[in-house]
């Protein structure tokens, strides 16, 4: 018997500058296919005018494309960064009128369509910079938010993935699907009975975060275990940062005692070999803490999506995941007051010789990045504790 599948259709605007958000949106969409469409019957189908549309004459190209793109779509994407767009006869850029297009649809029929608009806060090259389309697009932010209209911002592509796959989930995940019964020659089998299974021995066998198979117990114990990695790689970041700031104050009271050049340069070389360890540290630890935040975002999100798909989302699960995300968003937060303090100190060494400054130099550049890191996934954290999924 063929399947019946629910279709929600995503329609990404945009002006050209935002083209790598745009193909991550394509892959967010086709990774949230997967864990959707083995769990149920839904699909996401993203609408780009790449794709639905096709050459043709018209008044202007804004008319072909609003001509031959279905204007039924279940979510508007909005993405912006340096540009609005090209002006239209109707409105200050393609991308703004298909905005006021799905703007009209959303007051005539409350809820028939899902806005999102995203705002890229990055910098942007000299050479692109047109302070005529800066104008306008700030313009248009003042207008949003005038007419009430939430918008989100985000730094990187990697930052816009790891949002619009929280946000696509969430929405994906609030169409309620009755969850199909399952009978056999033992009785009516509830979903229910089901999770109430013996889990005793779950933990021998982990489950890939890209396994199509995975449930939501599987993406729940990822979660659990990427939790724990993460605290441990920061706890030996701080103990890291703790060894390298004891070490600097060291390495300055010896430096005030010492009479001759010969150990001055001792200890510039000394002060040099811990700063480049320190910086070792964290240069091999930026990739586990990268990891460990986007797996623990998308294994959150996979998890709350199949619990509220099969109406088994209640105020215990979401309480369990919000007291684990509040003790990550924490512990980042601390985690990086401490280094930043600690680069303060650094950059205050001062330039005595080339081996120091080139282990400044590597030092600050890593710290940098680690504060970063930090800070995107404070921001990531804070974003799914904002979800509905807790309301």
């Known amino acids: ?205 982990i489950v890939d975060l890209d396994d199509p198979d995975a449930g939501f117990l599987d993406y729940e114990h990822i979660f659990s275990l990427d939790v724990s990695t993460l605290t441990e790689v920061q706890q030996a970041l701080n103990a890291a940062t703790a060894t390298i700031g004891a070490a600097v104050a060291q390495r300055a009271r010896e430096l005030n005692a010492a009479s001759t050049d010969a150990q001055r340069r001792r200890i510039i070389e000394s002060a040099a070999q811990d700063m480049t360890r320190y910086a070792q540290t964290v240069e091999v630890s930026l990739p586990s803490i990268k990891n460990c935040q986007e797996r623990i975002a998308i294994a959150m ?21 919000l007291v684990s995300l509040d003790g990550a968003i924490e512990a980042m937060r601390v985690a990086r007051e401490g280094i930043s303090s600690m680069r303060v100190a650094i950059i205050q060494v001062p330039n005595l010789a080339a081996t120091i400054n080139r282990a400044k130099r590597r030092l600050t550049n890593a710290v940098e990045q680690l504060i970063k890191t930090y800070e995107a996934g404070e921001m990531l954290f804070r974003t799914i504790r904002n979800q509905d999924f807790f309301s």
């Open 1 to 205: 018997m063929a399947k019946s599948i629910d279709l929600v259709s995503i329609f990404v605007a945009s002006p050209s500058d935002v083209l790598e958000e745009r193909d991550a949106l394509q892959r967010v969409v086709n990774e949230l296919n997967l864990m959707l469409g083995s769990y149920v019957q839904r699909k996401l189908e993203l609408v780009r005018w790449e794709t639905h549309s096709h050459p043709a004459i018209g008044a202007d190209p804004q008319t072909i494309i609003n001509r031959q793109i279905d204007p039924d779509y279940d979510v508007f994407i909005g993405i912006f960064w340096s540009r609005i767009g090209t002006p239209t006869p109707r409105a200050v850029s393609g991308t703004v009128e298909e905005f006021e297009t799905a703007l009209r649809r959303y007051r005539e029929a409350h809820g028939s369509v899902e806005i999102m608009i995203y705002f890229k806060d990055a910098p942007i090259p000299p050479s692109e910079i047109d302070a005529g389309q800066l104008g306008r697009i700030q313009e248009f932010k003042s207008n949003l938010t005038n007419m009430g209209i939430l918008f989100t911002t985000f730094q990187t592509t990697d930052d816009f993935s790891g949002l619009a796959r929280i946000h696509l989930a969430k929405v994906a995940g609030e169409r309620p699907l009755a969850p199909p019964s399952v009978s056999n020659n033992l009785g009516h089998v509830t979903p229910s009975a089901v999770v109430n299974i013996d889990l005793q021995d779950a933990d021998e066998t």
């Open 301 to 321: 999100t996979r998890a709350l999506t199949m619990r509220n798909a099969q109406g088994l989302l209640n105020i215990e699960h979401a309480t369990e995941f």
